[in-house]
């Protein structure tokens, strides 16, 4: 089920050096305010609650959603390895 992005609660996060928002849930993408992006995280076969991939679209491991407020590079590939660079700063936002 894909979440409502006015209604839910989100934790301020460090991706690629830059901020973000972070959740654990699906984001219903029509509901994300203009001028943010909306990525997907991907948690491993292993550990699916760790994220290892930014992504467009996940459909299993779904590890949490991020929204930016600019756009991250995506290679051909489909995903972007993050090794490290999502970093929890422990504030929330709504």
Do not use: W
Not at 17 to 39: E, I
């Amino acid at each position: 089920m894909s979440m409502d992005a006015m209604k839910e609660q989100f934790e301020h996060v460090e991706l690629f050096g830059k901020p973000a928002l972070f959740t654990n849930s699906r984001m219903d993408v029509s509901t994300v305010p203009l001028g943010f992006y909306c990525y997907n995280l991907r948690g491993s076969d292993n550990d699916p609650g760790r994220p290892v991939t930014l992504e467009l679209y996940v459909g299993v491991n779904h590890a949490g959603t991020v929204l930016t407020s600019e756009p991250v590079k995506i290679p051909k590939s489909g995903y972007k390895r993050l090794r490290d660079e999502l970093n929890f700063l422990g504030d929330e936002i709504s």
